[in-house]
């Protein structure tokens, strides 16, 4: 798949049962999150920012989404997020994430965030490639954070801080 035939759109309330899916996808490979099972649309709707939602289209089918979650409440990180970033298995290695990323940065920018922030499985090798590609730094490496299905897991800790928000 060539990068040009996904196309990028604002989520909306008509494609949560397709996210949801392929949230539940990342769920199953037991190196995208420390949830067990999908939150619920309302759940998941408080915790991410509006203007900050994506999915990605293949000939109109969604195959992947990304989003932002305010790291905190606090005026003084009004500017810091957290990215999630989840591609469809059947799709996986096409630059779905590649595309995703590239205008989930560019959609933080316009929304006036400064620094996204990623944790990531120390296991999933492609998603901290991924995310070093498009400028994200590893801070480092928070040991044995929390357990998944009875297993201490390390969570790689990385941040992105943008040239053109925050540099005042």
């Given at each position: 798949m060539e990068k040009q035939q996904v196309k990028i759109?604002?989520?909306?309330?008509e494609d949560w049962e397709a996210v949801?899916?392929?949230y539940l996808?990342?769920?199953h490979t037991g190196n995208a999150t420390f949830d067990i099972e999908p939150p619920t649309r309302e759940e998941w709707d408080k915790g991410h920012v509006k203007s900050?939602?994506?999915?990605?289209r293949l000939d109109e089918q969604i195959v992947g989404w990304a989003a932002l979650s305010q790291t905190t409440q606090k005026k003084a990180y009004r500017g810091v997020a957290e990215d999630s970033i989840y591609v469809s298995s059947a799709c996986s290695g096409m630059g779905v994430?590649?595309?995703?990323?590239?205008?989930?940065?560019?959609?933080?920018?316009e929304s006036g965030f400064w620094t996204l922030q990623a944790?990531?499985?120390a296991e999933n090798i492609a998603?901290?490639?991924l995310h070093l590609r498009?400028?994200?730094?590893?801070?480092?490496t928070r040991k044995r954070v929390g357990q998944l299905n009875g297993v201490w897991r390390d969570v790689v800790f990385l941040e992105r801080r943008s040239s053109i928000v925050g540099i005042d």
């Open positions: 759109k604002q989520m909306g309330q949801r899916e392929i996808e990342g769920i900050c939602r994506l999915v990605a994430g590649a595309t995703l990323l590239e205008e989930l940065v560019r959609a933080s920018e944790l990531i499985f998603s901290i490639k498009f400028g994200f730094d590893i801070v480092g």
